[in-house]
């Protein structure tokens, strides 16, 4: 059964880089058909996309955030990754890692790690 | 960039009564790429429905979907105690990949 726990610093000043990591159990990063995705969720508000990798090794981003962001897989690790450079205090959220297999959901987000909560605080 | 609107902001009902919940998307999907989610407060979401009408791996029958073109339907037919909560729709597209509802909150009346 697939699993995703995410892991982070908690706290980052600003102008930093943030630097999470999701690692993945029951599943390779690189199984065809999986895919992975960064969301993440400001208090008290709903979800914006971040990033996606693909289990091909493509990679997509959310316009808004594409030049700040950086998302990868380390199949060594068997984890997907994201940095978030140049944060500010409105990239405070929590950070959730979610995956799937497009052949069983097709395009639903259908395992999701717990969440990390970063705060952007100097 | 498609843009989805969720209705109500808020719902409030009570158990064993049937909620509709709506999300329209600013220009005609494919239901291939909607979906929908339940996130209780304190947890990640939680993948309901996918294809509009799929239900995903557990998730009771009460809970159904339809739509087509701009307009979907999240329909839980009775509602439980354990369904209150904060429902999102989501468009995966070409850019961005994936477009999410503000989110219907569903209460307890």
Redesign the interface.
């Known amino acids: 059964q697939l699993q995703l726990q995410e892991s982070g610093p908690g706290l980052v000043k600003p102008s930093e880089t943030l630097s999470l990591n999701c690692g993945v159990s029951g599943g390779s990063i690189t199984s065809r058909g999986y895919y992975w995705?960064w969301?993440r969720q400001p208090p008290g508000k709903?979800?914006?996309?971040i990033a996606?990798f693909y289990y091909s090794g493509s990679t997509?981003y959310?316009?808004?955030l594409e030049s700040r962001v950086t998302i990868s897989g380390d199949t060594s690790k068997n984890q997907v990754s994201l940095e978030l450079n140049s944060v500010t205090a409105a990239d405070t959220a929590v950070y959730?890692c979610?995956g799937?297999d497009y052949n069983a959901?097709?395009?639903?987000?259908?395992v999701?790690?717990?969440?990390t909560t970063i705060t952007v605080s100097s | 960039e498609i843009v989805l609107t969720q209705s109500p902001g808020t719902l409030s009902l009570s158990p064993g009564e049937r909620a509709t919940l709506s999300c329209r998307t600013s220009l005609s999907v494919s239901s291939k790429y909607l979906t929908w989610y339940q996130q209780k407060p304190g947890q990640a979401p939680r993948l309901l429905l996918y294809g509009a009408s799929s239900r995903a791996t557990g998730i009771p029958d009460r809970f159904s979907g339809s739509g087509s073109g701009a307009d979907f339907t999240l329909t839980i037919s009775r509602l439980e105690p354990e369904d209150f909560a904060v429902y999102y729709c989501q468009h995966y597209g070409n850019s961005p990949r994936y477009s999410f509802g503000q989110g219907t909150k569903l209460e307890i009346k």
């Open positions: 995705a969301i709903g979800l914006e996309w996606s997509y959310n316009p808004s959730y979610a799937t959901f097709q395009y639903g987000l259908a999701w790690g717990q969440g």
